[in-house]
C-alpha cells in the first residue's frame, strides 16, 4: 500500500524559507507512471497546487509561487522535498504531498504537515 | 489560469436524499480534465472522479460525474452519513492546476 509521509519544521520565521520533505513507502518514486507533487491548504481555506515533479527532475510550478519555489528529488531515498523561500504570513498552511498520475490528478496524499510562519 | 466557481457554497441534505453539486469554469476545460475530490475535517483530500465521470479506485457507484465544456456536476444519488464533507473540483488540462472554493454538504 503507498504510503505518503510529510516531514519537517512546523513554524518558520518570516522571510525565512520553509523547507518540508515527502518520504514514500510502498512503491518507487523512480516509477515512470507518476509524478509527485505539492498542495497547500490554508486554515479554513481551499486548495492550491504548488507544483510538480518527475522522477528524472522535471518540474512543474504554479506561476504564483515560482519564483520562490524549489521541488526535487532524492531517488536514493525515495524522497522528495519542497523550498518555499521568503516565506510570510499567508504561507501559513496545511501542506501536502501526493502522486499525481500523468494526467494530473492527485490519487495518493499524505496526511499533510501544518506549518505556521510566525515571530 | 482557469478559475472554477462551484455553487451552492453550503448544501444542506438529509441521508437518503440527493445532491447535486456544480463546478463552472471561466474557460473550456481541455479533454474534460476535471476531477472532484472530497474533504472530511482533518483529513486529505480524496480523489472521487476524474476526466469529469470516471469514478476513482474503490469509490461507491451513488458517486457520478458528468459534463463537459465549462459546465460539471458532482452528483451522490442516495446521500450516506459518510458523505457529509467538502467538495472541490479541479482542473488539470492547463497550468496551473486550479481547484474550486469547495462545497460543503452539511446534515439537514
Known amino acids: 500500500q503507498l504510503q505518503l509521509q510529510e516531514s519537517g519544521p512546523g513554524l518558520v520565521k518570516p522571510s525565512e524559507t520553509l523547507s518540508l520533505t515527502c518520504t514514500v513507502s510502498?512503491?518507487?518514486?523512480?516509477?515512470?507512471?507518476?509524478?509527485w507533487g505539492w498542495i497547500r491548504q490554508p486554515p479554513k481555506k481551499g486548495l492550491e497546487w504548488i507544483g510538480s515533479?518527475?522522477?528524472?527532475?522535471?518540474?512543474f510550478y504554479n506561476p504564483s509561487l515560482k519564483s520562490r519555489v524549489t521541488i526535487s528529488v532524492d531517488t536514493s531515498k525515495n524522497q522528495f522535498s519542497l523550498k518555499l523561500r521568503s516565506v510570510t504570513a499567508a504561507d501559513t498552511a496545511v501542506y501536502y504531498c501526493?502522486?499525481?498520475?500523468?494526467?494530473?490528478?492527485?490519487?495518493?496524499w499524505g496526511q499533510g504537515t501544518l506549518v505556521t510562519v510566525s515571530s | 489560469e482557469i478559475v472554477l466557481t462551484q455553487s451552492p457554497g453550503t448544501l444542506s441534505l438529509s441521508p437518503g436524499e440527493r445532491a447535486t453539486l456544480s463546478c463552472r469554469a471561466s474557460?473550456?476545460?481541455?479533454?474534460?480534465?476535471l476531477a472532484w475530490y472530497q474533504q472530511k475535517p482533518g483529513q486529505a483530500p480524496r480523489l472521487l472522479i476524474y476526466?469529469?465521470?470516471s469514478r476513482a479506485t474503490g469509490i461507491p457507484d451513488r458517486f457520478s460525474g458528468s459534463g463537459s465544456g465549462t459546465d460539471f456536476t458532482l452528483t451522490i444519488s442516495r446521500l450516506e452519513p459518510e458523505d457529509f464533507a467538502v467538495y472541490y473540483c479541479?482542473?488539470?488540462?492547463?497550468?496551473?492546476?486550479?481547484f474550486g472554493q469547495g462545497t460543503k454538504l452539511e446534515i439537514k
Open positions: 476526466g469529469a465521470s
Open positions: 479541479q482542473q488539470y488540462g492547463s497550468s496551473p492546476k486550479t
Open positions: 474557460q473550456s476545460i481541455r479533454s474534460s480534465y
Open positions: 501526493g502522486r499525481e498520475d500523468l494526467t494530473g490528478t492527485t490519487g495518493y
Open positions: 515533479m518527475y522522477y528524472s527532475g522535471t518540474t
Open positions: 510502498g512503491g518507487s518514486i523512480s516509477s515512470t507512471n507518476y509524478y
